[in-house]
Nanobody, 127 residues
Framework: QETLVESGGGLVQPGGSLRLSCVAS????????VSWVRQAPQKEREGVSC????????YYADSVKGRFTITRDNAKRTVYLQMNSLKPEDSGTYYC????????????????????WGQGTQVTVSS
């Protein structure tokens, strides 16, 4: 059973925009934190952004600050990643993941252990 399903990836020119979506199954509670992580060939996996389920606080990697925005719509069980001013170095497979913060009180979303993962969606930024 898939717990997280990503969509919205594709091919876009530098400077363009994409919006990724991550739909969570009912297994993922509203209070779970959700993050976006990307993996490019021959590069280390990078945590791009995350959002807390309890207070909506967010985190962004320095490489995407000011260009990416993460939001969540609990009614739709969906977390979005709006990506603007895309650069070729943003290319990669983007994975959505979720973490139960129950036993990590006080931890920011980027400090949690993410146990649930989607299959990923490919983003290619190229002219």
């Amino acid at each position: 059973q898939e717990t997280l399903v990503e969509s919205g990836g594709g091919l876009v020119q530098p400077g363009g925009s994409l919006r990724l979506s991550c739909v969570a199954s009912e297994f993922i509670e509203d209070y779970y934190a959700v993050s976006w992580v990307r993996q490019a060939p021959q590069k280390e996996r990078e945590g791009v952004s995350c959002i807390s389920g309890s207070d909506g606080s967010t985190y962004y990697a320095d490489s995407v600050k000011g260009r990416f925005t993460i939001t969540r719509d609990n009614a739709k069980r969906t977390v979005y990643l709006q990506m603007n001013s895309l650069k070729p170095e943003d290319s990669g497979t983007y994975y959505c993941s979720a973490a139960d913060p129950t036993y990590s009180a006080g931890s920011a979303c980027n400090e949690l252990k993410y146990d649930y993962w989607g299959q990923g969606t490919q983003v290619t930024v190229s002219s």
